[in-house]
Structures are given as C-alpha cells and as structure tokens.
C-alpha cells in the first residue's frame, strides 16, 4: 500500500505538472548557457583569493576620475562602474589587478530575456511566478518520491547504487539518471521555492540599518587605502559589491558587500563604522541564487544543464514506462463466472503482463475457457478448475502493488477442489528473488482444497527460454497444446539476414545424440563467443536461437543437439559442408568472456558447450579459466575433445573438469564437481573472479542453489551480490 502511495503520488503530479516541467526545464537549459558561455569568453587564470581588495581599489583611483562601484560576479569576474578622465559614465569588466578594462558588460541576447522570463513567470506577472513556485514544490515532492521509489527497487538505502537491473531502455534510464541527478535536481527545485517566495514577498528581503555617531566622526589619521586597518585581510574573493564615498564628506564612507556581513568605512581613517551581519534568510537567498542559476562557476552551470535535459528525459521516459506498464491490457472473452482456468497477475513494472497475457491467448486458442486478472481482485470463481499464478516481486521480496492484497483475501474467499500452478518471476541479482511468489505457493499448499499441478517454477530476468521449459512442462501434464513464446526483442539487437556457408557438419554423435555446425560468414561480419544466432528451417517463420562459439578465423561453432520432431535440428542435421544458410546475429552482451579477471569458471552440460568453445580459444590473455561440463558419458566428449584439448595444451584453458551420469554406477552431475571444489569457488569470487553458466535451466536452477549456498558458507554474502558486480553471467534455455 506504501508503495502504491508513492508511486501514484509520483505519476499524478508528474502528469498535473507535465508542462510547467517542460518549460522549466526548457528554458533552464537556455539559462544555464549564460555562465558556461561567460566562463569561455572571460576566463582569467586570476585567483581572486590572493588579491587583496585594497590593492585593487587603489588601482582604480589612479586610473580613474571618479570610481562610483565595484562588483564581483558570482562566476568570479569583477565590475567596475566609473567615470573616465573624458567624463564618461561607464561600466565595463576589468582586469583586477591592473584596473584596466577588459571589455564591456556583454548584454544579455533576446532570447535569453525570453527564456529569463518565461521562466520567471510565464509572461504573468504574479500569477505566473505562483505557477512556477508551484512547479518547483511539486519538482521536490516528484524527486522525493523518486528516492523513495529508488530504493524500494533496489531493496534498501545500502544499494541505492547497486547495479540496476536492466528492464528495457526507458526504464533502466529513468532510474539510472534518477539515481545520478538526484541531488542537482533536488537543489533546482528546493533553490526555485526559495527565490519564488522572495519575488512574491512572501518573505521581504532585509534591509540592513547602519547606526552611525556622525558626530564623532574623524578624518584623523589620514591612511592610504591599502593601511586601512577595516579591509586588511579582505580578498576580493570575499567581496560581492564595494560603493565608493561620491564626496570627500566624513558622512560619505566606502560601503563593503561582503559574503556574510555588510562594513561601513570611514574613507580617511579606514576603521570600521559599523559592521552587520546579514540574517539567515538573506544567506540561504544568496547560496539559493547562487544554485538555482549556476551563475558561481560553469562547472555547476554544466551540472545544472544536464539536469534540466534529464528532466526533460524523465518527462519522456515516465510516460513510456506508464505506457509500457498499460500495453498488456487485461481482456477478456469469457465472464469470471464461466471461467475454468483463470490466470492471475502480479506486476510493479508490467512485464510479467505479456508472459501472461500469451498464456490466456495459447489457452483460449485450445478451446479452455480462461478469464485473466490481477491478483488483488481475486474472487469466487464458480467453475475453477485451474488456478494459475504468474507473479514478480518488488522490493525486498514484497508483493507488487496489484497483488498485495491477494494472500489476504484468498483466506477469506472460498473456491473448492482446484489445482494451482505458480510462476515467479525476478531477478537473481536481488537476494530476495522471487520471494513472493514463494510465499504465494506455501499459502496455496497449506489450503485443502488447492492440489499443485507443478513446483514452483522461477524465471530469471524475463528469459524466455526459462518460461518456454516452465510451458512445456505444463503442457505435458495438462494435455494442452502450447506454442513457443518468443524471446523478449527489447533485450537483444538482431542484425538482418545474412548468408552462411557450411564449412563442417560433423556426424552425429548418437549416445548424445548431438552434432557440430561449423559455419562461416559470406561477408566480413565480426561476431564475439556468447552471440546468439537465429536460424529459421524452409518455410518457418519463428527462428531458433542457438549459443555460438567464435574461433579465431571467425569461423562460428554451434553444438546442436538433434530432435525427433524438431523442424530446425533436422533441418540443421540435413545439411552438408558448401551449402548456404540465411541466419541473424544476436549480439548478446551480458554473456561475453571478461577481458579483465584472475579467475573465469565456465560451468556448461550437453550442447551448452558451444559458445565456451569460442572463449577458450580466444583467451589470448591467458586468464586463468576453468571448464566445469556435464554429459551422460565419456563418448559425448569426442564431440569437442579437439578443440578442448588444444585450449589444454596452449594455457588457454587451466582445467576441463568434466561430470557422466550414466558413466559410472553412482550419477555425477556437474554441480556435484562443483560441490568438491566449494571452497574454492567461494575464494574465486570474493577475490572478482567470474563465473559464466551455459545450458539448461533445469541445472542453472540447480548450479545456483548450489552457488548460494557457498557463498553464504564462506564468503557470508549471498550470490546476489556477485551478480551485481557481474561476476555472474548466464544464457540458460
């Protein structure tokens, strides 16, 4: 419910503000130029820190008829209002050392009065400066709830700046530049309530009273400027402004500006009248100024700039996620009352809606009476035979704000004699994966009247291989015949079509019953080991992705494991060394061998090989790298014993440790060679190595428990923490 609060409260005044948001920061971005474009016309190596204001000023009484005032600009240039030796009134930059003018106040352009103003007030006058203070209070509510959000997604303050999990583009950038301007912004907004306040007088400015005994006044002893005892250790850097006396009058003094305080001085004697510090309130205006317009250096007005680009962006982006969150729309051809088989959602960002929303259409399509929901409105359902749940977590391990009330209500909702199914989704970045889902099951077991029709299935960073192996299974025991949901396009860049040429097709290796594809490129493609490329059979549409292996030449290995009824294995099976194939690269970055790492263990079964073939071979830098493979025999190894132990024989491969369930009386499978060497695979990590993990998901399930397991045995840190670092990497079907 917390969560749902700051959510909407972050979405509904972002869509109220949506517009003032877009002309802020518009003419933020024009605004923000000024400082820079000062900064590259009228830098100066000078250090204002190290010149002494008395020095300057008699600079100017000797260069000067008459000096009326100084100024320094909070990007460090320094004014001067005089009058020449011609009687001319003028006002221009100079040098602060020598006096001499530099050049003339540059004037601010058209444009910049334009955007000034619009960002003032809109061209309303009070009315609009009430609008844009408005603006800026929702701004720092908008950006609060944003932290807020932030950490619930990265399940505590302590990884706020934790790798964050890669949804799709929009996504990922709203939180990533979020998390980076957080604060800049955050001072925009509150800076911008602030300077609102002072130019609507709702709070008036101070205006500073001297109290002065005129009478007592002397001109007694007569001091140069640079023995005046009141401004001896005063820098020009201290100084905002300096007013000169306009007649020799004891009564008229030097009026000194300074960062926190205002002196009067007398003009003979150079002691100090009266001094007043300037209140709290017209300090935070000054440093409020000074931040809002990044008018104190260029670096701050760069930082200011990208802010107000990313606000644009986070207007953008906000949408499309809202957007994105509303594709999958829940639709239904049948009444919850006629339902049979009733699907049940639970989603904080929308992905987990397509997965489900294909199950309804694959279920529909096979005749089953399906009614599709969230899990919030779960209800009586009169004819449920079947109860299945597709659900994510958020946070740390909590429900999604649509099935937060779920568990609740399915202890106060009666629905008799029905088999259930769920269906977790998550990330095993986070320690808390999939955590409600599980929590869903144990509340499902417990209930008489609720018969599992499978175990918990997870699957990990929306892979379609994982949930495609949670559909077969469930098809298999459900009678039900389903289709093939296709991989996510927004995580993988595919290229076009090219050609390819069979260099070798190997035999088929019969007690694996697996066989090897080497293929080369018709034009000068580049392709990287851990690639996926997409192969359509004669006359199919939907492509099989396959793993591959690069050598060196840039000759592709795929490992292939033949199908009795699988139209692209024997399509693949068919083919002999000379002919050509159409197929697509799929660059595939998450899962490529590390260019920097003491320690790489590849852990792989069956044909899981292929891609690790290639980043053997590779391995130039001779990392130290381990092949951890599981098959059912020894016979299966012949497949790819040339390639590995050439890899052996050049240092480009340390170790090939392989596991044979079908070998040996006893069954050893790879996460039992795993088992032996636990301790050293917890060092491997702790010290940055990289573990990569290729094959099937059945055993990415099982090689992960394992892995969790020894981490927190050894290391006291759960796995999750090393695949933030990215010392995890996996491409599991």
């Not at 002691?271 to 809002?292: D, N």
């Not at 493979?629 to 012949?638: D, E, F, P, T």
Request: charged share 20%; hydrophobic share 40%; glycine share 4%.
């Amino acid at each position: 419910m917390t969560l749902s609060i700051w959510r909407y409260s972050h979405l509904a005044l972002a869509v109220c503000s949506f517009l003032f948001l877009i002309i802020a920061s518009l003419t933020g971005i024009v605004l923000a130029f000024q400082p820079i474009n000062n900064e590259f016309q009228l830098s100066s190596n000078t250090n204002l820190n190290e010149i002494p204001v008395a020095k300057t000023i008699d600079a100017l009484q000797q260069n000067y008829l008459e000096i009326l005032e100084v100024k320094i600009t909070p990007s460090h240039l320094v004014t001067a209002s005089v009058i020449t030796d011609e009687g001319d009134l003028e006002e221009f930059y100079i040098d602060p050392i020598t006096t001499e003018k530099i050049c003339d106040i540059i004037p601010e352009t058209a444009t910049y009065k334009f955007a000034k103003t619009l960002h003032r007030s809109l061209f309303l006058h009070t009315t609009g400066r009430i609008f844009m203070m408005l603006t800026s209070f929702i701004l720092v509510i908008i950006t609060i709830s944003g932290f807020v959000l932030i950490i619930k997604r990265q399940q505590g303050i302590r990884h706020f700046f934790d790798r964050i999990i890669n949804d799709h583009f929009f996504q990922y950038s709203h939180v990533y530049l979020g998390r980076v301007l957080l604060i800049p912004i955050l001072i925009i907004s509150i800076s911008g309530v602030l300077l609102s306040v002072y130019q609507l007088n709702i709070v008036t400015h101070t205006v500073l009273e001297h109290s002065i005994d005129e009478d007592n006044l002397s001109e007694e002893p007569t001091l140069l400027v640079e023995e005046f005892p009141g401004i001896h250790d005063v820098y020009l850097s201290d100084i905002k402004s300096i007013e000169f006396p306009f007649s020799p009058d004891v009564t008229d003094f030097y009026k000194f500006y300074l960062e926190d305080r205002e002196l009067v001085i007398n003009q003979y004697t150079g002691e100090v009248e009266s001094s007043i510090r300037y209140p709290f309130s017209e300090i935070a205006y000054q440093w409020g100024y000074i931040l809002h317009t990044g008018e104190s250096s260029y670096w701050w007005a760069t930082i200011l700039l990208l802010a107000a680009i990313a606000i644009l962006f986070f207007v953008v982006s906000g949408f499309k996620i809202t957007f994105k969150r509303r594709e999958a729309k829940l639709k239904n051809k049948y009444k919850r009352v006629e339902a049979t088989h009733v699907i049940l959602v639970g989603s904080e960002g929308g992905t987990t809606l397509k997965f489900a929303v294909w199950l309804q259409e694959q279920l529909t399509n096979n005749q089953k009476k399906v009614y599709i929901d969230h899990l919030n409105n779960y209800t009586h359902y009169p004819k449920l035979q079947q109860l299945l749940i597709l659900t994510a977590s958020y946070g740390v391990g909590e429900a999604p704000s649509n099935a937060s009330k779920f568990i609740s209500k399915f202890s106060n909702v009666s629905n008799t004699n029905f088999q259930f199914t769920v269906l977790g989704f998550g990330s095993l970045a986070y320690k808390d994966y999939c955590k409600f889902a599980y929590e869903v099951q144990a509340v499902l077991k417990k209930s008489p009247n609720c018969t599992p029709v499978l175990p918990l299935h997870t699957v990990n960073n929306q892979s379609a291989e994982s949930f495609n192996q949670w559909v077969l299974q469930y098809a298999e025991v459900s009678g039900v015949a389903l289709g093939n949901y296709k991989r996510n396009e927004d995580a993988f860049k595919h290229s076009r079509e090219k050609e390819f040429v069979v260099q070798v097709k190997t035999e088929l290796e019969t007690s694996s019953n697996a066989f090897m594809l080497f293929l080369k490129p018709t034009d000068k493609s580049k392709f990287k080991s851990g690639d996926l490329v997409g192969i359509s059979p004669a006359q199919e549409e939907h492509q099989r992705l396959y793993s591959v292996g690069v050598l060196p030449n840039q000759e592709l290995v795929l490992s292939i494991k033949l199908h009795e009824y699988g139209k692209c294995s024997n399509f693949l099976n068919n083919l002999s060394a000379g002919e050509t194939i159409k197929a697509s690269r799929i660059k595939n970055k998450s899962f490529y061998f590390p260019k920097r790492a003491n320690h790489v263990v590849l852990i792989a079964t069956g044909t899981g090989i292929a891609p690790f073939l290639g980043m053997v071979k590779q391995n130039t830098s001779k990392i130290a790298t381990h092949l951890f493979w599981g098959a059912k025999n020894s016979i299966s190894y012949n497949l790819y014993a040339d390639i590995v132990s050439e890899a052996l024989q050049n240092k480009q491969l340390e170790d090939f440790i392989p596991a044979y369930s079908r070998e040996f009386t006893e069954k050893q499978y790879v996460q039992d060679k795993l088992k032996e060497k636990s301790e050293w695979l917890a060092g491997v990590l702790d010290s940055g190595g990289v573990i990569m993990i290729c094959g099937s998901v059945l055993m990415q399930k099982d090689v992960l428990e394992l892995l969790q397991s020894i981490c927190l045995e050894y290391n006291g840190k759960p796995l999750s923490y090393y695949q933030k670092k990215k010392q995890l990497l996996m491409d599991c079907y």
